[in-house]
């Protein structure tokens, strides 16, 4: 994004802190490629003025989430994920949309190696019911920084199986000190149809102010979940878009180091799932 001067960016409305609040949060992950600041840092704007808000509303194109919490048994968009992520650009505060999932493809950035993340009898269900189900905390695992404010994931509009959230916490930047930082997720979980292979997606817009005349950084990565069918493996591949002409190699660099604490924290919160199951205790003994 440009420098701007005068204009409130997302992570500068004081709202976001109260708003958050008032929701549950019993649930992202931090794209933070940049060094910690040293002890001269300048200090940072009040917290009030380094938030954003943290309600969502819908862009242009797309309906509104609803206050109602991730479904404790997955539905399933019935389409491809483009379809499903086509419902719902923009999160509220965001001066920049979620780029769509052909945006990857066509400006590719490999964040990774395709890897194993489950085996049967795990199915992409209970991949999504481990990270992003209600009482799931792989979301606050991920949001490393300072003061971590972790949204709730709410439904869009009365689309199922397609999720959005809303992370911000500080970051200690360089020169520059402590610095909002925004995390938006949107979700799907898709198949074209009832037997059709199962696709789970979920998409990362990070967004770091650093105030003028920087402006705001931006990066976006997708990580895809897909099982080619019933008893096969999930695997997962990763994506990622910098969307800021500045820093670009670090910026990549940075989303890479991202994308393995994502693949760490997926097996971590994957690992009681697949773990095997003790043998039933044997009968009592006759007589």
Same mark, same amino acid.
């Given at each position: ?153 709410e439904r869009v509009g009365d689309l199922p199986g397609v999720l959005v ?12 000190? !402590? @610095?909002? #930082? +925004?995390?938006? =997720?949107?979700?799907? /979980?898709?198949? &074209?149809? *009832?037997?059709? %292979? ?7 817009r990070g967004t770091l102010s650093l105030g003028w005349p920087v402006g ?42 991202? !994308? @393995?604490? #994502? +693949?760490?924290? =997926?097996?971590?919160? /994957?690992?009681? &799932?697949? *773990?095997?199951? %003790? ?9």
């Amino acid at each position: 994004a440009a420098g701007r001067s005068g204009r409130q960016g997302p992570g500068e409305d004081p709202a976001l802190r109260a708003s958050l609040a008032e929701g549950p949060a019993p649930l992202l992950r931090l794209s933070d490629f940049l060094e910690p600041a040293g002890p001269d840092a300048p200090p940072a704007p009040a917290a009030s003025e380094d938030r954003a808000s943290g309600s969502a509303t819908s862009g242009s194109e797309g309906a509104s989430p609803q206050k109602d919490p991730a479904p404790r048994t997955p539905d399933v968009f019935c389409g491809s994920l483009e379809e499903a992520f086509r419902s719902h650009a923009h999160f509220a505060g965001g001066q920049v949309p979620f780029a769509a999932p052909s945006d990857f493809s066509v400006k590719e950035l490999c964040l990774g190696d395709e890897v194993q993340v489950a085996l049967p009898p795990l199915t992409l269900e209970t991949v999504f019911q481990a990270l992003l189900g209600p009482a799931s905390d792989f979301r606050a695992r991920l949001a490393d920084g300072e003061e971590p404010v972790v949204g709730p994931l709410e439904r869009v509009g009365d689309l199922p199986g397609v999720l959005v959230g809303r992370t911000v916490q500080t970051l200690r930047i360089p020169v520059r000190g !402590r @610095r909002p #930082f +925004v995390e938006d =997720v949107r979700a799907a /979980l898709c198949g &074209a149809s *009832a037997s059709a %292979p199962r696709e789970l997606g979920v998409q990362l817009r990070g967004t770091l102010s650093l105030g003028w005349p920087v402006g705001d950084f931006t990066t976006q990565s997708l990580h895809l979940f897909q099982q080619a069918a019933p008893g096969c493996p999930v695997m997962l591949r990763s994506l990622g878009l910098v969307q800021t002409p500045m820093a670009q190699q670090q910026a990549a660099e940075g989303l890479r180091d991202s !994308r @393995r604490r #994502f +693949v760490a924290a =997926v097996s971590e919160f /994957l690992a009681p &799932a697949k *773990a095997p199951q %003790p043998p039933p205790p044997l009968p009592p003994a006759a007589g």
